[in-house]
């Protein structure tokens, strides 16, 4: 077997594109315009479009309609609040407070909710605290019914509405409606309360719709179907018809005959935009039903009879906002009575008062939200509600019920907060009832005032004010809490004596306290804003007791913070600092002491590796290189549990090693503690396939550093980690995997060449290893195998060259073609290795089942042999082989057989197969 001789400067000179320099980027529409080419003047005329450079119009008009649709839909919603407004809001009130298994209600609820059942009967799966709140229900006269079923009877009563509606049984539909209505008088249910508002609630809406429908169709049409008009949205009441007049009146007065006073208010106001039908002006009747509510005693009933109240008006194509600034002021009364009483029941309600104005408070929510809906209606509001004389001149001193001011607040423009926030901080001041904790109208006004931070007036008086208030606060949570919320108004104004003063007293409270889970929640969002707001972490840890607060801090807190930390210390393009190196590497430690690796949350594990990562390749010692060594070092030792790590280390190892080289000083004992370094850290890696890789680095930088010696134990590392891939037991490899085992084998051989080859062990020992390997594993496929043996055969091919294509950059380094020039053992051994080659060649392409793939691998090992070999009677038959199996599994009109075949008549004399 003969190689055939390569002149690679003259290949690679025949094969190179011509260059030719462009004045501007080949993208642009100068360049591309004045291009020589001439192939564009043949096609269509085609304006081009970069990515990179802007947004087309096909995208920008979609975008932009979605813009004026969203405008419209917006000036829509102003008017009143939605249907799906309301019904997203009860979906989140049942949300909020959850319903015990099972419910206490009254003896006249339970006869609705369970009919002729037995009353009072326990489920026999009950929980002992179940069964023993049951017990003393019973005792105190009320009736025990389970959740599920409750819930269901309601749902089987809707039916029956609905079934009877149809069924043209409308005083049936009228009387289950009252019995439904009735159990809002029951708020012995306490916490189920919200839930069955929400449900009995629909069943009103339901027979209200029904009704409206009625009467409208009564006065659209005739007895006979005969169309009479066609009402528009706004209609007049004398344009009804007398019949539609008479069934509206005759329904009204139906519901004034009930009894009971909430059951008759829930019932009118299920159907109150019927009254529409009788009156053109309706709000008196709407103030009317608002002073009804008044007579209703039960504190818990009548606040949510004015919610359903707010909520059918908002069906009205015209109300104003006197029937709410009625009920907000009516429920002030209420709320004033419960917080002075220092009894434990008020009304009908036996519970805890703080859970009775938590059940009230989603209503006073939704009261104001629709308060402050309009912002053309906002000073007008603001005079109503007594808040204040105009949105510039408000009262600062008038007491008011904590839980209203909170959502006073909440809705209220931010411009009107901002300019007032000190008038505000004095009513949060006098209004310190236990109906709200004070703190959180505190933390609400710093919300907003941050919202329009650039429109806050005073700031230096309200951030005093705050800061008294918060010193005040015995509790360090509510210290914490109130603080946090002016935290970015500080920062912003850079107050920095304010924020020393805050720092030192947080640092004196923690020292005097167990900090719990909550406290370390506000401590944390607290120093998220402060390391976020600086861009240099040195800043950040000059700061006064900065670092002894976050020492205090643990678990999950300091993890979030330490990742804050370490993302805003790697948006520099370095870190030099060595006081901010030393921190923030405890800082990274910390983090890393605080990851369960073991958990089953890989994303929020490999995001805190990555944040070590960068930390680790941002930090520069200059030239201090033994320094940044032993950096590397500690950073092993600390974060020995991120794998992924040990990776970056030694790429930042092999860094470190190709510096010291590019110095050209005397600094080779550096550069073998480096590839030590790189040595017992490669191992600690669980992939062999990473191994392989670092190992082939570090032997290329060993090479450029002229130890051989280093270089030559690498290499045999890196065949290790070949066996070790296909021989760890148990583990089945992906044909991903041993893909790239392949390609990092053929990366092997193409790195062989730089190499010397050892003297004892022989010129071809590594090749010869890899081939013995490549024999011993049944895992790699034909396919691999040939791809394999391809890559070996033109290694020895190039080996065998009297000048090698590239050689090692080291003086000291001398490349196989001048260290075995002229030796004949060398080439003899060269050209046994082929022949085993060649005959694996020949062997493995039967072994694949793939007919199509066989052929295939027989043309590829056809191209190779005839690419590095020269082709004599020897290799012609060999050719010729397969060549046959090629047409054998191909067929002789393929592309590629065809080509091969000129390919391998060129370098023959004699012609091979196929013709």
Not at 6 to 23: F, G, I, K
Not at 624 to 645: Q, W
């Amino acid at each position: 077997m003969e190689f055939k001789v390569r002149d690679y400067r003259a290949e690679e000179e025949a094969h190179s594109l011509t260059r030719v320099s462009v004045s501007s980027h080949p993208l642009c529409s100068s360049s591309s315009s004045s291009s020589s080419l001439s192939l564009t003047q043949d096609l269509v005329s085609v304006e081009f479009f970069d990515p990179l450079r802007g947004l087309s119009t096909e995208i920008l008009e979609p975008v932009e309609d979605i813009a004026v649709a969203q405008k419209h839909a917006s000036s829509q919603s102003t008017s009143h609040l939605s249907t799906k407004e309301w019904a997203s809001f009860n979906k989140l009130l049942m949300q909020r407070f959850p319903v015990p298994k099972m419910i206490s209600v009254s003896a006249l609820s339970s006869k609705t909710i369970k009919g002729k059942k037995a009353i009072g009967e326990l489920s026999t799966n009950m929980q002992s605290d179940d069964l023993n709140d049951s017990e003393k229900s019973a005792e105190r006269g009320f009736k025990t019914v389970s959740q599920q079923e409750y819930i269901k009877r309601l749902h089987e009563l809707k039916d029956e509405i609905k079934r009877s509606w149809h069924a043209d049984d409308r005083v049936t539909s009228l009387k289950l409606s009252i019995k439904v209505a009735s159990l809002l008088m029951d708020t012995c249910v306490a916490q189920f309360y919200p839930t069955l508002f929400v449900l009995a609630t629909d069943i009103m809406d339901m027979l209200g719709d029904m009704v409206w429908e009625r009467i409208k169709e009564k006065a659209e049409f005739a007895d006979d179907g005969t169309k009479i008009c066609n009402l528009s949205d706004d209609f007049e009441a004398n344009s009804i018809c007398l019949e539609a007049k008479e069934t509206c009146n005759n329904w009204f007065r139906k519901i004034a005959s009930i009894h009971e006073l909430l059951p008759r208010i829930y019932l009118e106001l299920a159907i109150f935009q019927c009254w529409r039908f009788l009156r053109n002006d309706i709000m008196d009747n709407l103030m009317r039903t608002v002073m009804m509510i008044r007579g209703i005693a039960d504190p818990l009933a009548s606040a949510y009879c004015r919610f359903f109240l707010i909520h059918c008006a908002q069906k009205l194509p015209r109300h104003d906002a006197a029937h709410l600034v009625a009920c907000i002021s009516d429920q002030k009364i209420i709320l004033k009575k419960i917080v002075s009483t220092k009894q434990t029941k008020y009304g009908n309600f036996l519970g805890d008062l703080k859970l009775l104005i938590s059940l009230m408070e989603p209503t006073i929510e939704y009261t104001m939200r629709c308060i402050f809906k309009d912002p053309n209606q906002v000073a007008d509001m603001i005079v109503r509600l007594e808040v204040g004389k105009s949105p510039s001149e408000l009262h600062g001193k008038v007491p008011w019920i904590s839980i209203i001011l909170h959502y006073l607040l909440k809705e209220l423009p931010t411009e009107v907060v901002c300019s007032n926030a000190l008038e505000f901080l004095n009513l949060i001041d006098c209004s310190s009832d236990f109906s709200f904790d004070q703190c959180l109208n505190y933390k609400m006004l710093g919300l907003k005032v941050s919202e329009g931070i650039d429109q806050l007036n005073t700031v230096d008086a309200v951030i005093d004010e705050v800061i008294q208030a918060a010193t005040k606060r015995k509790i360090l949570n509510e210290y914490l809490k109130i603080l946090d919320a002016y935290m970015d108004v500080i920062l912003h104004y850079n107050m920095d004596q304010s924020l020393k003063s805050i720092l030192s007293e947080i640092f004196e409270r923690l020292g005097n306290e167990v900090v719990t889970e909550d406290e370390l929640a506000s401590l944390q969002s607290i120093v998220v804003k402060l390391v976020t707001h600086f861009d240099d972490m040195k800043y950040v840890f000059d700061l006064i007791y900065f670092v002894d607060i976050l020492d205090v801090m643990h678990g999950s807190s300091r993890s979030i913070v330490s990742m804050h930390i370490l993302t805003n210390a790697t948006r520099n393009d370095r870190i030099d600092d060595p006081t901010t190196v030393k921190l923030l590497f405890d800082v990274a430690q910390s983090l890393h002491d605080n990851v369960d690796f073991s958990n089953t949350r890989q994303d929020d594990n490999q995001h805190a590796e990555r944040l070590v990562a960068r930390f680790i390749d941002k930090v520069d010692h200059g030239i201090e290189l033994d320094r940044h060594l032993t950096f590397l070092v500690e950073c092993r030792g600390a974060f020995s549990s991120m794998n992924g790590l040990k990776e970056i280390l030694v790429h930042s190892s092999n860094l470190l090693a190709t510096k010291a080289l590019k110095e050209k000083k005397n600094n080779l004992n550096f550069v073998k503690s480096c590839i030590t370094f790189s040595e017992v850290t490669i191992p600690c890696i669980p992939s062999f396939a990473r191994q392989l890789i670092l190992y082939l680095e570090t032997a290329e930088i060993s090479l450029f550093g002229g130890l051989i010696s280093h270089a030559d134990g690498l290499l045999d590392s890196a065949v290790c980690c070949l066996q070790s891939f296909y021989m760890v037991d148990g583990l089945r490899k992906s044909s991903e995997d041993v893909d790239g085992i392949v390609s990092l084998t053929r990366k092997l051989c193409s790195f062989l060449l730089l190499v010397p080859g050892n003297l004892e062990q022989g010129a071809m020992y590594i090749p010869k290893s890899i081939l013995s390997l490549l024999d011993s594993q049944s895992l790699i496929t034909p396919k691999l195998r040939i791809i394999v043996l391809c890559s070996l055969l033109s290694l020895s091919a190039t080996f065998a060259q009297t000048e090698l294509p590239y050689h090692a950059i080291h003086e000291e380094v001398i490349g196989n073609d001048r260290l075995y020039l002229g030796d004949a053992m060398y080439s003899q051994e060269l050209r046994s290795l082929s022949g085993v080659i060649l005959h694996n060649m020949v062997d493995t392409i039967p072994q694949e089942s793939s007919q199509v793939t066989r052929g295939k691998l027989a043309l590829e090992a056809c191209n190779c042999i005839t690419t590095f070999v020269k082709v004599n009677d020897e290799i012609s038959s060999v050719c010729s082989k397969l060549m046959e199996t090629a047409v054998s599994c191909l067929g002789g009109d393929d592309k590629y057989l065809q080509s091969t075949i000129n390919f391998v008549n060129k370098q023959s004399p004699t012609s091979v197969g196929g013709e």
